[in-house]
């Protein structure tokens, strides 16, 4: 009988997804005795009753690292420890049905279980293993926002699509003398949006590390109107914040999501750069998930498929409770505990900020 690995794509999908599962496949079928199986929308697949699994060959997987998504379909609604089941009455209770998933996956024969996922994913991941799982992460997010690593797979992506965006952008604000805002996903880390600025060239870059003065902000685009007719471009993360105003976001009222929902920062901003004196005509654009659709990048394939053979190899040499990581141009393990322990901020001191602000991209601080 062939040994199987599990695997299983958890939280928001991200470009690079599916390149990761053929990368797994593609590393098992090198060992004779090696099955791979994936389970549907992170661990609701062993969960249902059926169970939704699937078995992943070279030909189920062949050419789906170009593909956007996932194949095994994904939810952020699927926390094991805080599961929610509906009554018979509509009512939801949160059950743990920890226990459960790791019966069932014992029952199945499974050896060990690769998860693809977020900080959340691998928190989750974190904590099946101290249930006794055999289990490795596989970090993804195109917020970039996980610190053991230096590079998700998906982030390249999002900033090309955010970049070719913000392209289109220019040149419609240029020729009517507007203020252009544009806003891009990246929860409370200012990657997407740092990225894209410095790429698009944008005038003003606003991210949540570094709260924004408004006043700071239109003079510095009202010094653009002074021979009569200019234009500015602006990106802004959608976790952004000014010195006065709070994120602005809304609770989920999904059954079982268990993050607030940011988004509509852009207009928040329209109307504070009114408020304060902007006199140009201002357009805004929420890109939102524009961002995680679509192929991803070469660069992003590549690193997915890297990060897929290394999850395989983990599972081969026992590496259980650790996720594959990106550090210093090598592909690498770090523990689940020090993966999910801290944000990755964009550090304010970074030769990043520094050379943004010496290209003269204003922050409004
Ligand atoms: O974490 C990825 C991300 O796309 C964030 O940038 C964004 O805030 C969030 O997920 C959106 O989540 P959802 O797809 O659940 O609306």
Not at 302 to 309: E, I, K, Q, R, S
Not at 323 to 338: G, Q
Request: charged letters at 25%; a neutral charge.
């Amino acid at each position: 009988m062939k040994k199987k690995v599990l695997v299983l794509t958890g939280g928001g999908d991200c470009p690079g997804l599916n390149a990761v599962i053929r990368g797994i496949v593609k590393r098992a079928k090198q060992e004779k005795d090696w099955q791979v199986v994936g389970s549907m929308e992170a661990f609701n697949g062993i969960l249902r009753d059926p169970m939704e699994i699937k078995k992943l060959s070279n030909r189920s997987t062949a050419g789906i690292h170009v593909k956007g998504g996932t194949i095994l379909k994904t939810t952020n609604k699927g926390n094991p420890f805080d599961f929610p089941m509906k009554n018979e009455d509509g009512s939801v209770t949160i059950i743990d049905r920890s226990d459960e998933l790791i019966e069932k996956i014992q029952d199945l024969g499974i050896e060990a279980v690769i998860s693809i996922g977020g900080d959340g994913s691998q928190r989750i991941s974190q904590k099946l293993f101290d249930q006794g799982l055999n289990i490795v992460g596989v970090p993804k997010t195109i917020d970039n926002d996980l610190s053991a690593t230096n590079y998700t797979f998906g982030f390249r992506t999002a900033v090309q699509i955010a970049t070719d965006s913000f392209d289109k952008l220019v040149t419609t604000g240029e020729s009517h003398h507007r203020v252009m805002i544009m806003e891009v996903m990246g929860r409370d880390a200012g990657w997407i949006a740092l990225h894209t600025a410095i790429a698009g060239g944008a005038e003003v870059c606003l991210i949540p590390e570094i709260p924004y003065d408004i006043n700071k902000v239109v003079k510095h685009i009202n010094q653009r109107y002074e021979k009569g007719k200019g234009f500015a471009n602006i990106v802004i993360a959608e976790g952004a914040k000014s010195l006065n105003t709070k994120i602005v976001s809304k609770e989920s009222d999904e059954t079982g999501y268990e993050h607030v929902r940011l988004g509509g920062v852009a207009y928040q901003l329209s109307e504070q750069l009114k408020a304060a004196g902007c006199k140009a005509d201002i357009r805004e654009t929420v890109l939102g998930h524009t961002q995680r659709g679509g192929t991803p990048v070469a660069s992003d394939r590549v690193l997915a498929t890297l990060f897929g053979v290394k999850a395989f190899e983990m599972i081969l040499n026992k590496e259980y409770g650790k996720m594959v990581s990106y550090l210093n141009n090598e592909i690498t393990t770090v523990s689940l505990e020090a993966a999910t322990s801290s944000y990755n901020y964009v550090a304010t001191d970074s030769f990043l900020v520094h050379a943004a602000k010496n290209i003269g991209i204003a922050f409004g601080d």
